[in-house]
């Protein structure tokens, strides 16, 4: 409670709305202010005001690539507050509306090229504003995809990406995941266009408002960071997959899509039990056209998916298993800052991992966690493993700064280092209650370190001296107490590429029985410098260039391109222009242009004709790479 502070409660203005008097009275997730939950990445001041429900009322604009419309804010403020500050990024502001019309002053401070700037309104006694607004046409949160870029190709798209600090460019609020928001939405769109979004679907086939277009409405009566408030509008199909699960995609995609995600609901059931009721009512993905920049998005209510994960055996939904797990992990309890995103993606990665486990069995979760392990010590290797970055609480200053390899599996390994070693039974007890505890609140390091001293540790010295806590989360490099992977998980396919290494052939590697992971693990086992003849071996025996699976044939490529195999540059070409998932194209792109005077004309050659089918985030990471500048 000390790290508590509770705002005063709002007084209601006479010309408060029935549905905001219920909104209300819903509980309003409190603030942190310690300094270990202080964001760098806002420029709201939550303790002097903060924004506690945001309703959008929104018209989808394809034409000039814009949300244009109003966003309610209703606030709560310390006493005799007269400004509150949001954050905002390239939004055209028109007015901000107190109570009985009256126009509010505003001002917008300088611009910072990730944080945006300050929109800083002179609202007096309202505690209720209304702010006129558009988005930039390239607002870094939305896509906007022309017909030619979906699976259909006859209608436009539009899709939306929040985390980490890019829903400031389409909506004017507290874009801090310590500042949770309830919010409701109403959004028209042209027909035949459908749009849903992360939260309560309250109309699903729209109503007509106007000539030819349909307004849709939705809400999220629970209080969620802001960075989970997502959009998508497109000729969409949903398809039942279970009791409360269901998958949105094009027509086109539906079959596929719905075949790929049959075990969506068992996942639901397999996780609920692992760590508590899931509180969230549906649990629906959305395949999104190939641009998504992501693998996926754990909007609550509906995940955002690649198609990428689409293998055709329904090897990659260890994807969606992540995505759920951020119910718990992240949407419930989320980190307060982005310094802490270890919390989200490495508690998910976990969990990730036993869903997988209790959904398709040992064996297959832990070769899934031995390569997470790889994943994890390359990362060290890159970095170094004295490098503050390699810090699970990494105070870089930086929105999205921390390294996966580290972020997500070094935080995966902590939390599985501490299930062996208090044993699972007493560690899952622990995680649930952890949930329980702090559910729609933000999270931080140290608070997190509190609970498990209270409620694991108990005083225990023994075990916390065995534990390494401080180390773990504050210390760069691995821990010598790290829970190590099973060694038998990878055994068969060491010894083959052992033997392939030592100038076995190709004949000789049992790869076609072998899932994906075998696959991806043999392809990283290769030596980095290959002659031309081998590789050419492997992609004839194993068809390794045509291959269906994104992480295979990913690893894969990137492999020809280290040793400027031509052949692969065809399926690179074709990779790289048929989907734009961050994870796979910046890596790509870096090693085309490692290769030098190989390398760089190719990516250029490639880039310029895709990065016009790419999302923001990732033309931004690109950019840098292939053309040595940040976007423009
Ligand atoms: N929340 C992340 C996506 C994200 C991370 C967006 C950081 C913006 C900044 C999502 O849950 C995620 O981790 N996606 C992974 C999937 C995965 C199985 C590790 C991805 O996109 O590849
Ligand atoms: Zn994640």
Do not use: C
């Not at 931004?620 to 292939?626: A, H, K, P």
């Amino acid at each position: 409670m000390r790290l508590l502070f509770l705002v005063a409660a709002l007084f209601l203005s006479a010309s408060v709305t029935a549905s905001a008097q219920r909104q209300s009275r819903a509980a309003v997730a409190p603030i942190l202010t310690g300094p270990d939950a202080r964001d760098s990445q806002t420029y709201a001041r939550p303790e002097i005001a903060r924004v506690t429900h945001v309703a959008l009322d929104l018209n989808a604009d394809f034409a000039a690539k814009r949300m244009a419309g109003t966003a309610t804010l209703d606030i709560q403020a310390a006493a005799g507050a007269q400004e509150i500050i949001l954050d905002s990024k390239g939004l055209e502001i028109q007015a901000i509306i107190g109570p009985g019309g009256r126009a509010l002053p505003f001002t917008i401070g300088p611009e910072h090229a990730t944080r945006g700037a300050p929109l800083t309104v002179r609202m007096g006694a309202a505690r209720r504003i209304a702010i006129r607004y558009r988005s930039a046409p390239n607002a870094e949160a939305l896509q906007w995809l022309t017909p030619a870029q979906t699976a259909g190709g006859r209608h436009p798209y539009l899709l939306s990406q929040g985390q980490s600090i890019l829903n400031r460019s389409w909506i004017p609020t507290q874009d801090s995941p310590g500042i949770r928001q309830t919010w409701e939405a109403r959004i028209t769109a042209p027909t035949p266009l459908k749009v849903v979004m992360s939260g309560e679907r309250l109309t699903p086939n729209g109503v007509a408002a106007g000539p030819g277009r349909r307004a849709y409405r939705f809400r999220m009566t629970h209080p969620v960071a802001p960075y989970l408030i997502a959009i998508a509008a497109g000729d969409i199909a949903f398809r039942p997959l279970g009791r409360r699960t269901g998958v949105w995609t094009e027509p086109a995609m539906l079959d596929r899509a719905a075949a790929e995600l049959r075990d969506t609901e068992r996942m639901v059931e397999a996780a609920e039990r692992l760590y508590g009721p899931y509180r969230w009512g549906r649990y629906d993905v959305i395949v999104l056209p190939p641009s998504f920049p992501y693998g996926g998005m754990e909007n609550p209510t509906l995940t955002f998916l690649t198609p990428t994960f689409i293998a055709g055996d329904r090897s990659l939904v260890g994807l969606v298993a992540h995505e759920l797990a951020h119910s718990w992990s992240g949407n419930l309890v989320t980190n307060a800052t982005w310094d802490d995103s270890w919390l989200n993606e490495g508690f998910t990665s976990y969990f990730e991992n036993r869903i997988m486990e209790a959904v398709y069995g040992r064996a297959r979760a832990a070769q899934e966690a031995s390569l997470s392990w790889d994943d994890m010590q390359a990362a060290l290797r890159e970095l170094g493993a004295t490098s503050p970055r390699t810090r699970l609480h990494d105070p870089s200053d930086e929105a999205d700064g921390g390294s996966s390899g580290i972020v997500y599996d070094k935080g995966a390994i902590f939390l599985r280092t501490l299930e062996r070693i208090v044993g699972r039974a007493r560690f899952d007890a622990w995680l649930r209650s952890y949930f329980d505890r702090h559910a729609f609140q933000p999270m931080t390091s140290v608070r997190f370190l509190a609970d498990l001293r209270a409620n694991l540790i108990r005083g225990d010295r023994a075990l916390e001296q065995r534990l390494q806590l401080d180390t773990w989360v504050y210390q760069p490099g691995l821990p010598d107490n790290a829970a190590q992977p099973d060694p038998a998980a990878f055994a068969m396919v060491d010894s083959a590429a052992r033997a392939f290494n030592a100038g076995g052939p190709a004949s000789a590697v049992p790869y076609q029985d072998w899932n994906w992971a075998e696959r991806v693990r043999f392809i990283k086992a290769l030596p980095e410098r290959l002659p031309e003849a081998r590789l050419a071996e492997l992609d004839r025996a194993f068809r390794l260039s045509e291959s269906g699976n994104a992480e295979v044939l990913f690893v894969w490529l990137r492999l020809g391109i280290r040793n400027r195999y031509d052949a692969a540059l065809p399926a690179t070409e074709r990779f790289l222009l048929g989907m734009g998932r961050r994870k796979f194209v910046q890596p790509l792109f870096q090693a085309l242009v490692q290769q030098g005077t190989w390398g760089r004309p190719i990516a250029t050659r490639i880039y310029e004709r895709a990065r016009p089918g790419y999302h923001p985030v990732t033309t931004g990471s690109v950019d840098r790479i292939v053309r040595g500048a940040p976007a423009s």
